[in-house]
């Protein structure tokens, strides 16, 4: 289907995404479709996927919309430019892991509420309110197309610095 780039000084996860055209979209709609297909299918062990991660540094993410990672009825879609409007001034750290990063995990401080704007494949643009662990999902794939890693989190840094300590 396609291979995942990896590696924290990759230079394809460190560039910033340029926005998908509209005119671009049919160029885009079978990968985008895979995208999807590939989060929805459990051993891939995929809640989102984000273009840069297959290689291609344009502004589209596949997400699932999830209440718990063993939920089983969820939505999957995919976001054209999708645009962070408002967020809470709350945060919530949780462990996050990422096929860009292999076998590791960290903990990380997320909002917890977001409002993104996106385009779907059909050019129509919606808005959601998101919580929880779809909202951490959708920010975690945004910051790929950023060219930023979960590992960058200054939190998260911290977070593993403290419990490395601990274990000592």
């Excluded at 996860?13 to 671009?24: A, G, I, V, Y």
């Excluded at 129509?124 to 890693?149: A, C, F, N, P, W």
Aim: one cysteine or more; hydrophobic letters at 40%.
């Amino acid at each position: 289907m396609f291979t995942i780039e990896t590696g924290e000084k990759n230079t394809i996860l460190r560039t910033k995404s340029e926005p998908l055209k509209m005119n671009e979209i049919a160029q885009y709609r079978a990968i985008g479709n895979d995208m999807v297909k590939f989060i929805r299918d459990p051993k891939n062990g995929a809640a989102g996927l984000a273009a840069p991660q297959i290689g291609i540094n344009k502004r589209f993410v596949a997400v699932s919309l999830l209440r718990s990672y063993s939920d089983e009825d969820f939505r999957s879609l995919l976001m054209i430019n999708p645009e962070i409007l408002e967020h809470s001034e709350e945060k919530y750290i949780d462990d996050e892991g990422c096929l860009s990063i292999p076998g590791e995990e960290w903990a990380v401080s997320r909002w917890n509420w977001i409002k993104v704007r996106y385009t779907d494949l059909n050019g129509k643009t919606s808005t959601l309110k998101l919580t929880g662990l779809s909202g951490r999902i959708v920010q975690h794939e945004v910051d790929h197309l950023d060219g930023i890693l979960f590992t960058d989190k200054e939190e998260s840094q911290h977070e593993n610095i403290f419990m490395k300590a601990l274990a000592i």
